[in-house]
Structure formats: C-alpha cells, structure tokens
C-alpha cells in the first residue's frame, strides 16, 4: 500500500474527470474527513484516513483491500475504472445516459447499449465523453463511453451502438472473484 | 454382362498371364470388378460435378429453414429468444418509424450471404450456423434486429473475458469497438438518415427524472397533477410506451412519502446538487407547472392548507424565487458531500417545500406569464428546466460553459493544484469554486460565529423570548466548551445541516427559518439543561464545591453545598447568577465564559458578510473543536488550581489542623446533618474525618513515639516476663528466631520454670521434688526422638544471646530467691541436715550455730558471685556446666536416696555430695568436716578429685568452647556422670 505517484495520479485522474470533470475535487476535498487514493497490488483505493491509518497495521500481503476500489492500472500503466467507483462517481456525473428498460438487462450483461436501447441523454454530449448509465428509475446500473455525440444519435441507426460500455453492475456477478 | 465380364476376366487373365505381366492372377476378379467399376463412378462424377455439388444435392431440402424441419432434423437454435420487453420495444419502434423499416430490408439483404459464406465455411460445425444461416428469416424484424445485439453480445462477451484478464487497457478496448463501429457504420452509413423519431430523449446535465418530480408531486400530495405534470408530450408518450416505467412508477406512487423522499435525495445526490434538495426543484417545476398549479389552484391550495402555517412573510416574487434559489445553490453546493445529512433531514424540508411550494404557487399567480411563454416556445423536448436549469448550477455553469470539457484540461489544472499541494490537496480549485475552503484559522471562525448569530438574532427577534435568546446566546459559548462529550458533539453535528438548511434559505424563507429555529431551540432546550448545561455545570460546580468545601469553614460549607446542589439542578438562568455570585473564586471558569461570550459578542459585531455561508460547516467545526479545546485547557487550569490552592491551604496554614481536629471530633454530628442534605458531600465529610483521622493518628503516634521511648525503658521490665507464664503471650520481637512454638513455650516454660527451681533450690539442696521433676523431663528430652533435635538445637542454640538471658534469668531469680532465701532456705536447709544429723550431728550443730546467720548471708551473697563468675568465664559453657552440676545432682540425689534406703554406710557420699556445694558456698568449714572424720577425708579426696576433674572438664570444656556439638557434651556429661558414680 502506497501513495499514488505523480503519474499515476494524473493518469487516473484523467480517467475519473472523464465521468465526473472538476467534481473530481468533491472526492479530494472532501469536508467530512481527508480522504486520499492508495495503490496496493495495482489497484487504486479510495480510503478514508483514518481507515488507512488502520489497514497500515495490516502487512501488504495479507490485505485484501481496503476502502473503495477505484480500479486498477494495466500492464501498460494505463488505468481501468472498476464497477466499485459507481457510487461515487454516479452521483457526481456530468453526462448520463439512461436506459430503456428493455435494454437494461443487455446493458448488465456486459454489451454496449444501442440507440434503440437508448431512453435518455444528457444534451451536449461529446463523442467518446464518459458518462454514466442509469436506468430509467434512476439507478446508477454503469459507465461507458458515448460512441456518438448527442446530435449523432438522433441520426444513427437504431442498431447503432451509443455507449460503449465500461462497466456495470452486472461485474459484481461476472467478475466476483476478480473485484475488491 | 457379367457372364461377359467374367470372360472378359479369363480373357484377360489369361492374356496377361501370357504375356508374363504383373497382377494377372494376383488381382483376381474382385479386383477387376473394382477396377472396372471404379473406372464407370468415375466416368459419371466427372460429368456431373459441373452441374451439381453433391453437398447440395445431400443437404439442402426444401423448406428445411422451416424451425419446424430444423427441429425435427435435431437442430436447435442456441439462442434463446429475445426478451419479449425488446421485441415489444422494438416492434414498436418498427410501427413508428417508418423509414427505419426501410433499412431493415437492406441489412436483410446484406447479411445473407455473409452468413451462406460461413454456413458454407463452418458446415461442419452445424451447433451455431442454422441460426445465422438463416437465408430466409421467417421473422424478419425481430431476427434481424436481435441479430447485431446477439453478435455484440458475444462479442463482448469474449471481451469481457480478456477485459477480466486486464491486460487490455480500456482504452485500447475503446479503440477497437470504435474501429469496429465505424467499419460498420460504413457500411450503413447510406442507409441512415434521419432517425430522428427515435424516442429518446435529451436532456440538460441538470435533468431530475420524471419519476422523482412525479414523486414529489406526489409526496406533496398534488396527485391530480400527476397526470399532466410535465408539458412535454414526449415524455407522456415515453411513459406510456415503458410498460415498466410506468409500473415502476405506478409501484413508486404507492410507497410512502419518507421513501419518496429518500429516491429524491438519491436523484439529488445523482445530480451533484446535493442540498438544493426539492425546494429549487420544486421552484423549476412549478415555475414550469404555475399554469397547471394555477388552474389547480384551489386543490392544491386544499391540500396544501393543513401543512403550512398561514403566509405571514414577505412572500417572495418568483424572480426573487429564482435567486433565492440561486443563492440557495450556491450555498447547498458548499455543503458538498453531506449526503447523509441530507437524508436525515428529510422531515424538515418536507415541511420546507410545502412553504416553498405555497409561496411559489402563490407567486405563480402573479407571474405566469413568463413561464408560459418560455414552456409554450420549447416545443421539444430540451430546455423544459430552463429555469431550473439556472439555480442548481449556477456557481459551477459560470465556469463550466456550454461545451464539454476536456479532461486534460481539467486535470492538468487539478495537477498543478496538486503539486502546489504536495497530494491530493487542490486548493486551486477554491478560486473557482469557494465552497470548499481550507481552514483558515480562528478568524474565519468569528464570522462563522457573527453569521450564526445573526441569523439566531434575528429569529430570536422576532418570536422568541429572551430566555431563549439568553439560552443561544450561552448555548454556544458552553456547548463548544463541552466538545469533548459525545453526545453534544452529536447534537451540534445535528444542528449544522440546520443552519445550513437555514442558510440555504436565504432570507425569504424565514418562516421555516423560523419554524426551523423553534425547533433547534426546543432542541437545544431539550438537549442543554440535560446534557451540555449539566456537564457545563459539572466541570465547573464540582471543583468549585470541592474548593469551596475546603476553602470554607464547617458552617459555610453546607450552605455552599445547598447553593451548588441548586446550581446543578436549576437551569442557565440560575447557573449562571450562581456564577455570579460565587464568582470568588471561580475566576478562571468564569473567565472563560466571559471570554466566550465576548466572543460572541464580537462576533456579533462583526459584519454580516454573504460569502460567510460559502464558508460554511469548516468555520463553524474549527471553531467548536477550538472553543473546546480552550475550555478543556481552561477546566484544567482550574482544576490544576483548584488543586493547588486546596493544597496550599492544606498546607499552608496549619493552625487549621487542630480546627480541623475539632471538627473531625465533632463533625460527627455534622456529618449526620449533612449526609441527609447531599450525597457528593460526605466525600469531602469522609476526606476531612480522614483527616481528622490521620491527624489525630500523627497526636498517637507522636504519643506513641513518647510511649515507646518510655517503653525502651520498659522493655527491660516486660522482658523478664519470658520467663513466666506471662511470657508465654508477650512475644519476643518480630524475628523468626525468637518466635516461639506452644511446644517450646510450653518446654521452654516448664524448663524454665525447673531450671528455675532447680537453679533456686540447688543451693539450698531441697531438690527432692524439683529434681525428680527435672529428671523425668530430662529423661522425656533424651527418651523422646522427637525432642532430641529439639533439644539438639536448643542446645546449638545455646548463643550468647540466650546464655546471656539465661544468665540474666538466673541472676535475678536468684536475687529474688536470695532475698526470699533466708526464710525458705532455713527451712531447707533444715531439712538437709536432718539428713546429715545422723552422721555429723557435732559438726553440724556447731556449724550452725556458730554460723548460721553470716552463712546464710554468705550463701546469699556468695552464691550467685559464684555462679556469676563461671558464667562470665565460661560464658557460653556456663549452662551445661549448670547443667552437669544438676545433672550430677539429681543423679546423686538418686543415688542417695537409693543407697540411704538400702545401705546405711554410705552416708558419706552424701557428704561429698553435698561438699561441692559446701565447698562453693562454705569453703570455711572443710577444716571442720576434715578434722571430723577420717572417711570425710578420704571422700574430701575425691570429692576433690570430682571437684578437680569437674574443674578439669571445665577447663577442657572452655578450651573447645562452643565448638562443641551436643553429642560432645552429652557424652562428656555422661562419662563425667559414670566418673562420677564410680567414685
């Protein structure tokens, strides 16, 4: 467990301001408490202080995690965004998608969502913005990546996929073993 | 022609044999029907494959695409069928755009081949291609268009599984499915058109779902506008088309309101807006809605009236709404991530959002037109929150702008904040959005003061009386004081959300302001005379009871008591003319509440700036955590003081001890008097009887020191009680050595008790009895094993010490004796030389008439000189020389007594027996025994001879000294004592 480097901050932060933008610095900055990111076993954790000061106490090999896992960085030290940073970047998203009801359980099955399955978007949507799929009920079910502009999708064939997808929920089932 | 053939075949066969050729005979005719016969097959494939495969003449049939005929060939379809929610989707897509249909025909066109292609390449694999070799789809909408998802789907499942791996980046991912999207949107790039009937719907980054608006609605008890609550008919239709949208929702209407509220603070937090909660919400709806609200005015108005107080205040414009709202953003952006305050005070704005909704409804009447206007000229779906869309972001929209951001930009701006912050800090993120500002010390901290003040202020103004206004104004000046317990730590995290609640307000919603105030003044009524004003009063009343109970006298005390039990019990009001009045000595408490509220008041001074709310929870939070860290130092210099100056008095002023004495002698009846009164008092009662108590145990043990210096003197006077019975209870010193067993006491005391005897009565020769006494107990030592060592180690332990004692024992018994002596050892004497008469009748009488009183007086005197001078010779070997002497004494007498009752000759023995004593005691008289008689002579002899051999083994006894063992001396007193009797 260690501090991020520099590089490695930037890189994932680069990646969360694609969901979130500057509502990156509501996770930072947070007024209850310090809250700071940490890399054990190549995975970003998003830990408060106080409960990093206490899985300090835990040797590196035996800890399975701690806090919330952000993701984790590649062999090519890029980093990937895991299904566990939902909760906090579904509520600080600045371009949603939401998704039919009937395109939701493809959605969870790890498939891009096409614009037939298409509910909802927010205006302004750039090409390969990142954004967040809720439901049509407002449940945050992923994130993914526009594959087209807001103004693109109202031309594409409803075949046309919209959003690649990233991750969702779903993951909690299919990669079980995998997520911490 | 096989009769033809098989002659042909001899033909043949013979021909070849003939002419000597291989494989004649060898071939045989099977063989050369083979061979004939390979070459007719042969002959007939060439000529047909041309014109028709075989494979196609095997497999393909007529109708076989039929599911039917593929079922019953017992191929299945691996895919399961589309969920009926899709197809219903999608079939109504197909009914709705029309020109979407026309597409469709041309995927249908393109993909057959490809799927004949890999039918024709994968025949083999038959599990998967009768499903994509379908040439001609039997239901061609939902195959077709389940066909690019299925694909998808599988190829995204194959990804997802190298994606599970992790060794593709995202990224690269990315790419692919791009590359992969545009190829095939080249490939259909000609058929789309306009799509644009596709019913999704685009909303604004501020978007709240319908469901939650529905919901609060709903939770507002306007369900007759629930139908038509939005104006947008594209979201009408989108709801009617979601079969599960709508039962969802039709689920959600039916739920309770706090779970309603629950799903809108979800939403909210969704939105990032977290604090502006339902009333900006509200203010966007019904700002949209105020036509509708206004045709329904009066039900809502019915609905409405039992939860809202009358309208009193100021009621706000809608303009004025706006900014409010505005401001309220503003604000409930800087509480940032209080998400679970935000669900915890769900109660509270329900009751602000029907305020709000009541003034916007009545502000919508006045101002509708705008609102009309601006919803009838958005015919689409867009911009329907065009005023909502102002208040929720307007701090961050001022800096966002219309286009998206680019993320490097963004991050290379939080990058250099952070490394002007080394990690995670970005206080450059504060220029542009101030919600979120460091701690900037304790000044900030007085304007967080003024601003809550203020805002108390005015509340307590308006309707609050001045108790309660004194209460706010104390409140917090002593429950920072009291940071540390938890439960006002607790209440005051309760309380913020409120102020900021209050705050959020602004100033036109001071009716819930005010609603909500009484409420935190009930609360904290409730909560300070419980919790904060109780401990506020603890810290600061105990120690000044406990210095004023040492501090004053007996009579003040109890009355200083009751004033404090008062304090304790009564409320601010009297605590705090309690603190004035005992302000004597309580200066530090009481500066420290002076300081607070000058503080306060300072900070009430200070002006009322409106950025002071941006600032929000971190001032008010630095400023409880240093309020209380002043207390804490502040009770602990009391306390240190407290201390010290009880201590000082303790100490100082010692002419109170023996007050302090009488009282503790007399305080017994006070104590009953005020052990009635309180019950934390009998401890300083109980501290100062102790007191008391270990004063006057000083006076005993100064008393006792006098005594035991008397007693050193008296020391000498009881230890001779050893020797007696009553020394038996007298112990002898602490030390293990001198601890005395039952069984030695009891030995020690009958040995005592007979060495004293005999140590008495062996001058005076009365040992009949005594002697017989000692013999037997000798024998009892010696007989019994159990006494051997005993009587080993008494003798071992025959030190100086007890030698010494034994000495001193005998001495003085022996003084006592001698000055008894004359009386008793008459008699005994008397008694002896009745014996004696018999055979020295001359000698005797004249000895004794001639001396009888300077004899005594000599045996008096001379006796213990006698025995004093061995025991100062022989210092440790005195006693078994005693010892012998009895020993030879009892012995002789045992003898004597024996031989007087059976031979009457040996009276003489008797003579010199009884010489050693007469030559100790009467030296003087030998010449008169010598010249009596022959025999005397002879017996003198050896009597002397005893008496030189008894000197010898003296001297021979003192020559080893000590080091002798018992066995040594027992031995030696064993010969000595067969000497003895031989002679």
């Not at chain 1, 030290?77 to 909760?87: I, S």
């Not at chain 2, 409930?332 to 709000?356: F, H, P, Q």
């Not at chain 2, 930009?409 to 995670?424: D, H, Q």
């Not at chain 2, 100062?872 to 009892?890: H, I, K, M, V």
Request: charge should be neutral; aromatic fraction near 6%.
């Amino acid at each position: 467990m260690r501090p991020l480097t520099e590089e490695e901050t930037r890189v994932m932060f680069e990646k969360i301001a694609k969901y979130i933008g500057e509502n990156l610095q509501l996770l930072v900055d947070r007024p209850d408490g310090t809250y700071c990111f940490r890399l054990h076993n190549d995975r970003v954790y998003y830990v408060s202080e106080k409960i990093m000061k206490l899985a300090a106490n835990i040797s590196g090999d035996k800890l399975v995690s701690l806090g919330t896992c952000f993701g984790k960085f590649t062999k090519t030290h890029k980093f990937r965004l895991h299904v566990t940073a939902l909760d906090y970047l579904a509520p600080y998203a600045k371009y949603k998608v939401w998704i039919k009801p009937g395109a939701e359980q493809s959605f969870l099955y790890g498939n891009h969502v096409l614009k037939s399955g298409l509910g909802r978007i927010t205006e302004n949507t750039s090409q390969y913005q990142g954004v967040v799929v809720y439901s049509m009920a407002d449940i945050p079910l992923g994130f993914g990546v526009a594959a087209k502009s807001t103004q693109d999708c109202r031309k594409v064939d409803p075949m046309a996929i919209v959003v690649f997808h990233q991750a969702d929920v779903g993951e909690y089932v299919r990669h079980e073993e995998t997520l911490t | 022609f096989f009769c033809d053939c098989e002659e042909l075949q001899e033909l043949l066969a013979s021909v070849f044999t003939f002419l000597g050729l291989p494989g004649g005979r060898k071939v045989g005719w099977v063989g050369w029907r083979r061979r004939l016969l390979g070459r007719r097959r042969l002959k007939i494939g060439e000529d047909f494959t041309n014109t028709i495969p075989i494979s196609s003449l095997t497999w393909e049939l007529e109708g076989g695409n039929d599911p039917m005929s593929k079922k019953r060939r017992g191929e299945f379809s691996d895919f399961h069928g589309p969920p009926k929610k899709v197809i219903k989707v999608q079939k109504n897509e197909s009914s709705i755009g029309s020109l979407a249909m026309s597409t469709r025909p041309r995927r249908v066109i393109e993909r057959p081949p490809l799927t004949l292609q890999q039918a024709a390449e994968k025949r083999t694999c038959d599990s998967i291609t009768p499903s994509r070799s379908s040439p001609v789809p039997v239901s061609d909408t939902q195959k077709l268009k389940n066909l690019p998802l299925k694909t998808s789907s599988l190829e995204t499942a194959k990804k997802r599984n190298s994606i599970s791996d992790d060794d593709i980046d995202s990224e690269d991912e990315l790419r692919m499915m791009i590359a992969k999207e545009e190829n095939l949107q080249r490939t259909t790039q000609s058929s789309i058109n306009e799509s644009e009937n596709d019913p999704f719907e685009v909303v604004r980054d501020d978007f709240k779902s319908g469901i939650h608006k529905l919901h609060s609605l709903i939770g507002l008890g306007i369900k007759n506008n629930v139908s038509c609550h939005d104006s947008d008919d594209d979201i009408m239709r989108n709801d009617t088309e979601y079969d599960s949208g709508d039962t969802d929702e039709i689920i959600a209407m039916k739920k309770n309101v706090a779970k309603v509220k629950n799903s809108t603070e979800f939403s909210q937090m969704e939105k990032s807006t977290k604090k502006i909660s339902l009333k900006n919400r509200e203010n966007c709806e019904l700002s949209d809605h105020c036509i509708k609200l206004q045709k329904r005015k009066s039900n809502v108005e019915s609905a409405l009236g039992h939860g809202l107080k009358s309208l009193n205040c100021k009621s706000p414009s809608n303009s004025g709404s706006s900014e409010d709202a505005d401001s309220a953003s503003e604000l409930a952006d800087s509480e940032g991530d209080e998400e679970y305050n935000a669900m915890m005070k769900n109660c509270l704005r329900v009751n602000l959002t029907l305020a709000d909704l009541e003034q916007l409804a009545g502000s919508d009447l006045k101002v509708p037109n705008g609102d009309t206007e601006s919803d009838g000229a958005e015919t689409t779906t867009q911009c329907k929150f065009d005023r909502g869309s102002k208040s929720p972001k307007a701090p961050t929209c001022l800096r966002r702008g219309r286009q998206c951001i680019h993320p490097e930009k963004i991050m290379a701006s939080l990058l250099e904040g952070e490394e002007n912050t080394c990690g995670k800090q970005k206080p450059k993120e504060n220029n542009l959005k101030p919600k979120f500002q460091a701690f900037k010390g304790v000044g900030c901290l007085y304007e967080k003061e003024s601003m809550k003040k203020s805002l108390k202020d005015n509340v307590a103004s308006s309707n609050i009386n001045k108790d309660q206004n004194s209460m706010k104004h104390e409140n917090p000046s002593i429950i920072p004081m009291e940071d540390g317990s938890p439960y006002v730590n607790g209440s005051s995290g309760k309380l913020t959300p409120c102020q900021h609640a209050k705050k959020a307000n602004g100033p036109n919603y001071i009716q819930p302001q005010k609603r909500q105030t009484t409420f935190e003044s009930q609360d904290r009524k409730a909560v300070s005379p419980s919790s904060s004003e109780n401990r506020s009063t603890n810290p600061i009343s105990r120690p000044l009871e406990g210095k004023k109970s040492l501090s004053l006298s007996a009579k003040t005390h109890n009355i200083g008591f009751d004033k404090d039990s008062c304090h304790s019990t009564t409320k601010t009001e009297a605590s705090e003319e309690e603190s004035s009045l005992t302000s004597l000595k309580k200066s530090p408490k009481v500066s420290s509440k002076d300081t607070g509220e000058i503080k306060t008041d300072f900070s009430l001074s200070v002006s009322n700036s409106s950025d002071l709310s941006a600032k929000g929870k971190h001032a008010e939070d630095n400023e409880k955590r240093l309020a209380a860290l002043e207390a804490r130092q502040k009770a602990k210099e009391a306390q240190k003081k407290l201390v010290h100056n009880a201590l000082a008095k303790l100490d100082g002023h010692p002419e109170d001890k023996p007050t302090h004495i009488i009282f503790g002698s007399d305080s017994e009846c006070e104590t009953e008097e005020t052990s009635t009164q309180e019950q934390s008092h009998p401890g300083e009662e109980r501290v100062k009887e102790s007191m008391g108590k270990t004063s006057g145990k000083l006076f005993d043990s100064s008393d006792d020191e006098e005594s035991d210096s008397e007693d050193d003197s008296n020391r000498f006077k009881i230890k001779p009680q050893f020797e007696g019975r009553a020394g038996q209870k007298s112990h002898f010193g602490t030390d293990d050595r001198f601890r005395m067993d039952s069984r030695f006491l009891e030995s020690n005391g009958e040995e005592e008790q007979e060495g004293k005897c005999f140590i008495v009565q062996s001058p005076d020769r009365s040992i009949n009895t005594s002697t017989y006494s000692f013999a037997f107990h000798f024998k009892r030592f010696t007989s019994k094993g159990q006494h051997g060592p005993q009587l080993k180690k008494h003798l071992t332990c025959s030190s100086p010490r007890v030698q010494a004692f034994w000495n001193k024992a005998k001495r003085k018994k022996k003084r006592e004796e001698a000055e008894k002596l004359p009386e008793v050892s008459k008699e005994m004497y008397y008694n002896i030389a009745m014996d004696l008469k018999e055979i020295f009748q001359t000698t005797k009488y004249t000895s004794e008439k001639e001396e009888d009183s300077p004899w005594n007086e000599d045996c008096g005197k001379e006796k213990p000189e006698e025995i004093q001078d061995p025991a100062a010779l022989t210092s440790g070997a005195e006693q078994p020389s005693g010892f012998t002497f009895s020993f030879f004494d009892s012995d002789s007498k045992d003898i004597k007594e024996e031989t007087y009752r059976v031979e009457t000759v040996k009276p003489g023995k008797i003579v010199w027996q009884e010489d050693p004593r007469f030559q100790d005691s009467s030296s003087e008289e030998e010449d008169v025994t010598e010249e009596t008689d022959h025999r005397k002579s002879t017996i003198c002899f050896f009597a002397g001879i005893v008496h030189n051999l008894s000197q010898l083994y003296l001297i021979f006894y003192c020559c080893i000294g000590n080091h002798l063992s018992n066995n040594h001396l027992l031995t030696n007193t064993a010969i000595w004592s067969k000497l003895t009797t031989d002679c």
